[in-house]
């Protein structure tokens, strides 16, 4: 009898066991580490909405210069809409798009703390992408029209980078900040080349509004994807396995307490200096970021480059941008763990550096008049700014992974008026389009630049703000039931217990799932 029940047992726990092993590789979908391949789904999402941020600027070339279009193998000449728009028209289609984008910033971010992330990432996605679908017909009603299209657009993209961040702060461990923004914010810098390549590839040999519909269509695709595979934190997540769940968790309990329903302290957020730095850096990263997504085909048409090639050449600063920006995430880890710099000497570092020399190959655009010698300077700049993604541009998580979605709100406002002023300026001192003209936006830029340096420089910080962590009574009043019922598995409580991470630069030596 003993035996029958030892054999029963047995049996039991192996079919425990195997049911265990088939649940384990349900799972696991994929051969990436599931934080990645949210990062890397979030990094498309990125490409899709920054190339449709080009798709009016290859446009307007075309608009106001139609002899663009018209190579030797041009077969779309006859496509290009007949519509008598001024450079300053178009620096206002741009910047109405960032009048409705900076309106959504500051609410998108407070939303983060209330509903789910990932949500509201793909529908602001989606939503955007059926707006660029009609597009081409707003265009053909009416200037107005098109100025109301793109601030509903804008409305739409400003839950993007709020959303962005509070994915990071449940699924990036605090050693893995860098690399992971540096993934997720280099599609930003990869979307330009996308839309600029394959909007003037599709301009000249087939027609303008198939930009437009390209862009579209493509990002519908990827929302299929996101709504499917991805989950808001990795404990309700299908797809990933228990120990990456334990891992995440475990490096980020001192960050555990969850930030629904906290009391967000705005007087001390505004008040916060190192704050300021990030609102400053953002301020001029649109500034000159924008500046080359609404404006370089028409400044490189001044040397004469067909659209074909002038989307080409406007895509190369951005190829070199992308693959710094990837590189500088595992760098400045690499610089916090094998180095022990601190965190804030490679913020500043990285920033200052990026925005230095990027400055420095700007304002010898002042003296350039060669097409080549353009190409080179802005390609320069293009790739020495890609290392600020590994600066300020993930310092919100550092000063509060918990209102990190709050802080990129704030910032991305601030940033959303250098979008709004930056067109409306270069399209008034560039009526003419002259290289004389774009010189003097070029000596403003370089300008903005300096000053953002010396600002970072002295005000910028990565350490943890004490208005970051709620008072106990709040703590206390924020531990739902349903909270603690998430973690009252015997061996998540363990796991969570028995952390073999720290917050700390050092916890990059502990062996990851």
Known sequence: MSSRRSSSVSTEKLDSSILSSVVQRRRCFCCLKKRYCVAVLASLAHIIIHAMRTNLSVTAVAILHPHATSGPH????????????????????????????????????YTMTIW????????????????????????????????????FQGLTEG???????????????????????????????????????????????????????????????????????????????????????????????????????????????FTSLPVWAIIVSHFCRSWVFYFLVTNEPNYLHVFGYSLSKNGLLSALPHVIMVLVSLSSGFLADGLRSHFQLTT?????????????????CLVALYWTTQGYLAVLF??????????????????????????????????????????????????????????DEWQLVFLITFGVMCFTVIFYAIFGSGETQGWSNPSSPERQAIITTKEVSNYSSTASVQSIQSSPCETSAEYVHTKMP
């Not at 992971?180 to 394959?198: D, K």
């Not at 087939?206 to 989950?231: D, E, K, N, Q, R």
């Open 378 to 435: 802005l390609t320069l700049g293009a790739g020495f700014s890609g290392i600020t993604v590994s600066g300020w541009q993930v310092n919100h998580l550092d000063l509060s992974a918990r209102f990190a979605a709050v802080l990129i709100g704030l910032s991305t406002a601030f940033g959303s008026i250098a979008g709004i002023i930056c067109p409306i300026v270069v399209g008034i001192l560039t009526a003419k389009s002259t290289v």
């Open 116 to 151: 789910p992330a990932h949500m509201l990432f793909g529908l602001c996605v989606l939503i955007s992408c059926l707006i660029n679908l009609v597009i081409p017909i707003a265009i053909h009603a009416g200037f107005s029209v098109v100025c109301f299209i793109r601030v």
């Open 159 to 269: 839950w993007l980078y709020p959303a962005s961040h509070a994915l990071l702060r449940h699924w990036s461990p605090p050693s893995e900040h860098s690399r992971m923004g540096a993934i997720i914010f280099t599609g930003a810098y990869a979307g330009p080349i996308v839309g600029f390549s394959l909007g003037g590839f599709l301009t000249e040999y087939i027609g303008w509004p198939y930009v437009f519909y390209a862009s579209g269509t493509v990002g519908i695709v990827w929302y299929c994807f996101w709504l499917i595979f991805i989950a808001e934190k990795p404990d309700k997540d299908r797809f990933i396995r228990n120990e990456e769940v334990n891992y995440i968790e475990s490096c980020m309990k001192e960050t555990k307490v969850p930030n629904e329903n906290l009391l967000i302290p705005w007087l001390r957020i």
């Open 344 to 360: 804030t000497v490679v913020r500043k570092l990285f920033t200052c550096v990026g925005y230095g020399m990027e400055a420095v």
């Open 74 to 109: 041009s077969n779309a000449t006859h496509l290009v809409p007949n519509i008598p728009w001024t450079s300053s028209q178009t620096g206002f289609l741009h910047a109405s798009f960032y009048l409705g984008y900076l309106i959504t910033q500051i609410p998108a971010g």
